[in-house]
């Protein structure tokens, strides 16, 4: 059994609920173009999971269907890269 909190459509529905019902959402192919991530699918699967990087919204023409489509919340990436940008100014900080 699946654990409502580990599905990816369940969570970012719960997400959605939360507040950002009108987020834009950007799929696998523009994270590469619009962002410059340019990581392959697994690699973005192994990084989400681990929790390195925002959970997609996965949507399905039907429940049996393998047909899907993954999004992410745009301004979720947003502050995903911005953390990214945070971190490497916090490593070049000079020792005083």
């Not at 899907?68 to 070049?92: G, H, K, M, P």
């Amino acid at each position: 059994m699946i654990d409502r909190y580990d599905d990816p459509l369940q969570s970012s529905a719960l997400s959605l609920n939360a507040g950002v019902a009108h987020a834009k959402l950007i799929d696998f192919k523009s994270l590469g173009p619009t962002k410059g991530i340019n990581y392959s699918r697994d690699h973005l699967r192994r990084k989400w999971k681990s929790g390195e990087f925002p959970k997609p919204i996965v949507f399905r023409k039907t429940k049996s269907s393998n047909n899907r489509r993954i999004c992410w919340i745009e301004s979720e990436i947003d502050d995903w890269i911005a953390a990214r940008a945070a971190e490497r100014t916090v490593q070049n900080l000079p020792v005083t």
